[in-house]
């Protein structure tokens, strides 16, 4: 086992994990093009052995990613193992996990004609069911999550420079986003906020085809004494919530903001919420899922 020492506190290491099919191979070129060392399906009885091995390297490895999942067969059942014994060594590493719907994986699978690593002897479906099983437990240690369902490799890549191209800042990296449950929940959200308790702009003819983004539907919704009292609570809530998730070690939290299209209430409130955490000092991000339906084409 490798000692803990400066070396190793100054390193990165990410365990990237999840379902098969939700995109690991883009995380780790996308990874690459920033810097990291990555190296795919490594059997979990090697972690240590590598993390010892980078050590040796003097400090020109201090970005490193490592792809572990259910390929290695036999071997992924020493995953757990093998995360506790970097856990009891004090050495710090970071677990990302991904994962997209049912029905997001069965397209990927059948696009790219790629069997699946549990496949042997049932279907599709009923592989990606037990990955599942076999994962969840995995999934509960993840420091991040990200749902690929909804990102293309663009939005996947920004996501990704979000959270890793700038390590050496201190602080917890934020994202609100905002979205319509008629289109389904955001499935990487730590913290989803419904907010169709108040009036739709929608039932009002001038700002039905707006958005939230307009200056009438923002006035409407932020000057409701409803609003008011509510936001009072909700940012209150993240003032408490925050220190206390960083202090146990969380670098990344996704606040998802919900109404019934993504399209006015839950727009308004995601980038209000925004600011207020921006004006604390955090680095945030605000995105809207579901406007772009909406947007008239100029």
């Known amino acids: 086992m490798v000692s803990l020492g400066k070396e190793i506190q100054a390193m990165h290491i990410l365990i990237i994990t999840g379902l098969s099919g939700a995109g690991k191979t883009q995380v780790i070129n996308h990874l690459e093009d920033m810097g990291y060392y990555c190296v795919d399906n490594l059997p979990p009885v090697l972690l240590s ?16 990613a490592l792809v572990i999942d259910v390929r290695g067969g036999e071997f992924f059942l020493d995953f757990a193992e093998a995360l506790n014994e970097m856990r009891d060594a004090g050495i710090p590493l970071e677990i990302m996990f991904l994962e997209a719907s049912d029905e997001v994986l069965v397209r990927r699978f059948k696009e790219s004609r790629r069997r699946h690593p549990l496949s042997e ?94 200056s009438e539907v923002i006035k409407y919704v932020l000057d409701s004494p409803i609003t008011k009292s509510f936001n009072r609570r909700f940012i209150g809530l993240l003032k408490f919530l925050i220190p206390h998730y960083i202090k146990e070690g969380k670098t990344n939290l996704t606040i998802a903001i919900g109404c019934t299209g993504g399209q006015h209430r839950s727009v308004v409130l995601t980038d209000y919420t925004g600011q207020q955490l921006k004006k604390m000092g955090y680095k945030v991000i605000v995105r809207h899922r579901d406007i772009s339906k909406y947007k008239m084409e100029d």
Do not use: C, W
């Open 49 to 64: 052995k590598f993390v010892e091995l980078t050590l040796q390297a003097e400090g020109k490895l201090d970005k490193v």
């Open 121 to 214: 002897n049932q279907s599709l479906m009923e592989a990606i069911q037990l990955e599942r099983e076999m994962l969840e437990e995995l999934r509960g240690r993840a420091n991040v999550i990200i749902d690929t369902s909804n990102l293309d490799l663009r939005t996947l890549k920004e996501k990704l420079q979000q959270l890793y191209s700038q390590r050496e800042t201190a602080g917890m990296d934020i994202s609100v986003v905002s979205f319509g449950y008629k289109v389904g929940m955001p499935m990487d959200a730590d913290i989803v906020v419904d907010v169709r308790f108040l009036t739709n702009p929608f039932y009002d003819p001038v700002m039905r085809t707006m958005t939230g983004e307009d």
